[in-house]
C-alpha cells in the first residue's frame, strides 16, 4: 500500500489535517513545543507522508514505532530521539505509546536569537535525518526539560522565546555531540580495522618467508609495530580491542597451525621443523609446541599417521 502523500507543510496544517484534537502551544509557525501521548491517536497509527518546512525534533522517553525521512527508516523504542530536516519527505508510524515529546522550529526561529548561527549543531553529515538512543540519565534530563520548555511555552513569561529557543539548542547540542562522538568511533573503528588487516597480512607473510627458508624469525610485537610505524603498545591494544586476541596470540596460533601442516603432512625432522620457524633450542621447541596443544610434538604426529592408516581402503 503507497502511504498517503500530501503537499501540507506547515505543522499546524497538518495536525488540522490528521483531525487531531490537543491543548497545546502552537499558536505560531515558527515554534512549537507537544506532548505527543496527549493527541488522540488511533493505534497502531499511520501518518499520511508530509513534506515540512520545518525541522521535527521528536523525544521518544517510552514508545514503539518508526519515522522515515527521506530514504532512512529509523526504529523508535524507549529513550529515542530523532531529528527531521525540512523540505524532506517524511512519515511516522506508531505501535504504541506512553510518553513522547515533539519540538519544531524553524530556522529562522532560532538564528532571531543566535544569530550567530546555528548550522554546526544542525548538520548531520549532509543527511535529512539523524537518530539516537540515549543513556536513561540522559533521557531522564531531555524529559524534564521537555516539561519545563511546555510549561514556559504556555506562561505569559516575558522573553519565554528567547527562553526556549536556548533550552531547545542545549537538547540539540547534545544530540550533536552524540553524532560526532559515532562519527570517531566509526572511523576509530575503520582505522583499526585496516591496522588489524595490515598486521594479519604482515603475519602471514612473515610465516611464508619462513617456511621459503628467506626468514629465520618470526616476527613478534616489536617487529609488527616498527613494520608498521606504530607504538608498540598502541599495537598490542588495538589488536586486542578489535579482535579479542593479544598479538602474541595470534603469531602462536599460527605458528601452532604451520607446525602441525609440516608434523603431518612432511618428513621433515624434528630438529628441521624447529629450525624452520626460528627455535634454535630443540627442547624449547618441544616444550612451547606441548604448552600450547598439551601433546608432544611426536606423539601428535604418530596419533595422525596411526588415523591415517585407518582411514585407508582395504585390499
Known amino acids: ?19 487531531l484534537s490537543y491543548h497545546d502551544y502552537i499558536d505560531n509557525d515558527e515554534f512549537s513545543i507537544v506532548k505527543v501521548h ?9 501518518s499520511p507522508t508530509f513534506r515540512s518546512d520545518y525541522y ?53 526561529f532560532m538564528l532571531k536569537h543566535f544569530p550567530g548561527g546555528i548550522d554546526n549543531i544542525l548538520e ?3 543527511k535529512n535525518g539523524y537518530c539516537c538512543c540515549l543513556t536513561q540519565e540522559t533521557m531522564n534530563y531531555f524529559e524534564l526539560t521537555c516539561i519545563e520548555m511546555y510549561e514556559i511555552a504556555i506562561s505569559n513569561l516575558c522573553y519565554k522565546e528567547e527562553i526556549m529557543a536556548n533550552m531547545a539548542l542545549n537538547l540539540l547540542f547534545i544530540v550533536q555531540l552524540q553524532h560526532k562522538n559515532e562519527v570517531n568511533i566509526q ?27 628467506n626468514c629465520s624469525s618470526i616476527m613478534r610485537v616489536k617487529e609488527h609495530a616498527t613494520l608498521l610505524n606504530l607504538d608498540e603498545n598502541y599495537l598490542s591494544k588495538i589488536i586486542s580491542n578489535s579482535t579479542q586476541k593479544t598479538v602474541n596470540e595470534w603469531i602462536n596460533e599460527k605458528l ?17 621443523i624447529a629450525i624452520t620457524f626460528g627455535f634454535n633450542d630443540l627442547n624449547y621447541f618441544y616444550s612451547f609446541f606441548k604448552t600450547q596443544t598439551l601433546q608432544a610434538p611426536g606423539i601428535y604426529r604418530k596419533e595422525f599417521q596411526k588415523s591415517s ?7
Not at 1 to 19: A, R
Not at 193 to 212: A, D, S, V
Request: glycine share 2%; aromatic share 14%; proline share 3%.
Open 56 to 108: 521535527s525534533f521528536t523525544i521518544v522517553t517510552k514508545a514503539n514505532g518508526s519515522f522515515t525521512v527521506g530514504d532512512d527508516r529509523f526504529e523508535l523504542h524507549q529513550n529515542h530521539v530523532v531529528l527531521a530536516c525540512p523540505n524532506a519527505f517524511f512519515k511516522i508510524d506508531w505501535t504504541d505509546m506512553e510518553k513522547v515529546y515533539n519540538i519544531t522550529f524553524k530556522k529562522s
Open 187 to 213: 572511523k576509530n573503528n575503520e582505522k583499526n580495522n585496516k591496522i588489524t588487516i595490515n598486521f594479519r597480512q604482515n603475519m602471514e607473510n612473515n610465516f611464508n618467508e619462513l617456511i621459503n627458508g
Open 124 to 126: 548531520f553529515d549532509g
Open 309 to 315: 592408516l585407518k582411514e585407508l581402503p582395504v585390499s
Open 38 to 46: 496527549k493527541w488522540d491517536l488511533k493505534f497502531p497509527f499511520h
Open 256 to 272: 601452532i597451525d604451520e607446525i602441525k601442516y609440516l608434523l603431518k603432512y612432511s618428513e621433515k625432522s624434528m630438529k628441521d
Open 1 to 19: 500500500m503507497i502511504p498517503e502523500l500530501t503537499t501540507i507543510s506547515k505543522y499546524k496544517d497538518q495536525i488540522d489535517f490528521l483531525n
